[in-house]
């Protein structure tokens, strides 16, 4: 039986236990702050070294309760850091912020914690407030490898790619075995039209971690863009097999052997569409010649004369909300969907919506009510999706009587071979660009097995693509 400690005994058994740690002898760090506990059960110091010892454990619960309980005896900003820690292991981003903001109150020159704030701001897509943090975690602490490596994750977020690939620099300079910042590199200067270069910097990730999955994706989208085909598959391969849970890469394997999947992975399109959210706008309209939702409008109006802020609108993978920013004079309710949380921050932006979802389309369709929407629009959107059969017939359940569906799809027709190719059975197929084409027949067969009727469908160029224009199809249908 363990004698317990006399109150006399306390704190020189707090330092026994505290040593012990320090030495990476947790379990008897454990037992006499256990011990301490039972002498002195509000023993701030014992909490909150319990707690520390739980999230290193991974139990991030018992951390937060431990280490809360500490800081209501005696909060300092350690434990207002760790208390942190441990939300943000929960994924409680709000309450991470507060307690790293807490011990930044109590401690202004704590540097991991200024980095760590800027860690959360950053997961949160608050950009802005999340460079200004590492800015003053590096001010405190200038050699912070990670806090320059972060820092310029976050700049090319905003699609500030020179600054960011400066950061990058200065952390492979700090720290010149820093594969993650070789690979974020890459990824800058790739986004720069530095092919090359970009390649240079991954084969370095490499050369210092060859298990590095994401570089070796990195270093397959490189050759993809170059045409380089066969080396591109041999570095998704290379990276399928070193994570074989990652469906971005089975998906980009999909494309290029030529196989037609049914739809896009959510990952694979969560994660594109985040790290595009912030250059998105200028990118699409400026330098791909995007006009879609105009396009789709101006079919609309051949049919129909658009009321004023009147009908009850759905925007399917609203993005930013081009589409909704188009639509929105007639609406009398604008809701939007889109599985990228960055591209929906840059939605409410806008202020033309009247509710956002974060989800996918099919799960927040059937969590509609029948018949509450005048108009769906899907504008550059099902290319990320094969298979539309149930897209469309939850949409026909959600119109309310002549209401209209308008969307745009890449143009299967207008491949190589056309519909009639053997590939094209199904009415639609997976390019190489990891996106899908329709045939218009397949269109047709939806359009009459889901009672709507056609009011218009025009071919029309989508984006352009390496300054080749993707043709599309334009189409409006009417449920009746």
């Known amino acids: ?181 070789h690979n974020n590199l890459g990824i800058a200067l790739q986004k720069q039209g530095k092919p090359e270069d970009a390649a240079a910097s991954y084969r370095r990730a490499l050369a210092l971690k060859p298990d590095y999955a994401d570089a070796h994706k990195n270093l397959g989208s490189v050759f993809q863009d170059q045409g380089r085909m066969d080396q591109a598959m041999e570095c998704y391969r290379k990276a399928n097999e070193l994570d074989p849970r990652n469906e971005s890469v089975a998906h980009l394997i999909a494309a290029l052997e030529d196989k037609t999947t049914e739809r896009a992975p959510s990952q694979y399109i969560e994660k594109l569409f985040d790290g595009y959210a912030n250059t998105f706008d200028t990118h699409l309209v400026q330098g791909l010649g995007y006009k879609m939702p105009t396009e789709l409008l101006d079919l609309l109006k051949r049919s129909t004369e658009l009321p004023v802020g009147k009908w009850d609108v759905l925007d399917l993978g609203c993005g930013t909300g081009l589409a909704g920013s188009v639509i929105s004079p007639h609406a009398r309710q604008l809701v939007g969907v889109d599985l990228s949380s960055s591209m929906l921050e840059k939605a409410r932006t806008r202020n033309v919506y009247h509710r956002l979802a974060h989800s996918d389309l099919l799960p927040m369709m059937r969590g509609e009510e029948s018949s509450s929407y005048d108009l769906i629009l899907a504008a550059d959107v099902f290319v990320y999706l094969g298979k539309l059969d149930e897209i469309v017939s939850e949409a026909a359940r959600l119109l309310r009587a002549e209401g209209y569906c308008m969307f745009s799809v890449e143009a299967l027709d207008a491949l190589p071979g056309g519909a009639s190719s053997p590939e094209s059975v199904p009415g639609y197929k997976l390019n190489p660009s990891g996106r899908y084409a329709h045939a218009a027949n397949y269109l047709d067969k939806l359009a009459a097995a889901n009672g709507f009727r056609s009011l218009g469908m025009i071919s029309t160029p989508v984006r352009l693509e390496k300054g080749v224009p993707i043709p599309a199809w334009a189409a409006v249908w009417q449920k009746y």
Do not use: W
């Not at 039986?1 to 058994?13: D, E, F, G, L």
């Not at 912020?97 to 980095?115: K, N, V």
């Not at 912070?144 to 977020?157: I, P, R």
């Open 1 to 181: 039986m363990v004698q317990p400690i006399p109150p006399s005994s306390i704190q020189q058994a707090f330092q026994a236990a505290l040593a012990h740690y320090q030495a990476g002898r947790v379990p008897q760090a454990f037992a006499i702050f256990q011990q301490i506990l039972e002498a002195e059960p509000g023993h701030a110091d014992a909490l909150h070294f319990l707690g520390i010892i739980a999230l290193q454990s991974g139990d991030k619960i018992a951390a937060a309760e431990l280490i809360g309980k500490a800081i209501r005896v005696k909060p300092t900003s350690l434990m207002h850091y760790n208390l942190g820690l441990a939300f943000r292991a929960q994924g409680k981003l709000d309450e991470a912020i507060a307690s790293y903001r807490r011990a930044i109150a109590l401690q202004p020159g704590y540097a991991e914690a200024h980095f760590n704030l800027g860690n959360a701001l950053q997961k949160q897509g608050k950009l802005d407030e999340a460079i200004a943090s590492y800015r003053k975690a590096l001010a405190l602490k200038p050699d912070g490898v990670d806090a320059h490596n972060n820092l310029g994750s976050a700049l090319q977020e905003q699609g500030k790619l020179g600054d960011a690939a400066t950061c990058f620099r200065r952390a492979i300079a700090l720290k010149p075995g820093f594969a993650n910042a």
